[in-house]
């Protein structure tokens, strides 16, 4: 089956740097875009950035400048680069994986990891 699989959050201190990485797995002909949404304590998800197959991406006015998308279609996988974190980046980050084709199951939908927490200290 389908799954998407986040890795490379942590602890930083503000200023500091994570990679984190999202795979998608299972019989995958296609995704349509991927991307990465956030979540912190209280608040409503909301979308950081995304990526098409074509590579064409969008950021968040916050992350601007400071994040940075890339994504592997061969892999199926999908990167966030963040730079100069804040402590308002903390937060846990989800991989989103829209428009993916199963091969298996002949079905278009979404699908989302697991969540990777990410914290930043101020």
């Known amino acids: 089956q389908v799954r998407l699989v986040e890795s490379g959050g942590g602890l930083v201190q503000a200023g500091g740097s994570l990679r984190l990485s999202c795979a998608a797995s299972?019989?995958?002909?296609?995704?349509?875009?991927m991307g990465w949404y956030r979540q912190a304590p209280g608040k409503q998800r909301e979308l950081v950035t995304s990526?098409?197959?074509?590579?064409?991406?969008n950021y968040a006015d916050s992350v601007k400048g400071r994040f940075t998308i890339s994504r592997d279609n061969a892999k199926n996988t999908v990167y966030l680069q963040m730079n100069s974190l804040k402590p308002e980046d903390t937060a846990v980050y989800y991989c989103?994986?829209?428009?993916?084709?199963?091969?298996?199951?002949?079905?278009?939908?979404?699908?989302w990891g697991q969540g990777t927490q990410v914290t930043v200290s101020s």
């Open positions: 990526i098409t197959s074509g590579g064409r991406s």
């Open positions: 989103n994986a829209g428009g993916v084709n199963d091969i298996a199951t002949m079905t278009v939908r979404d699908y």
């Open positions: 299972g019989g995958i002909l296609s995704i349509n875009a």
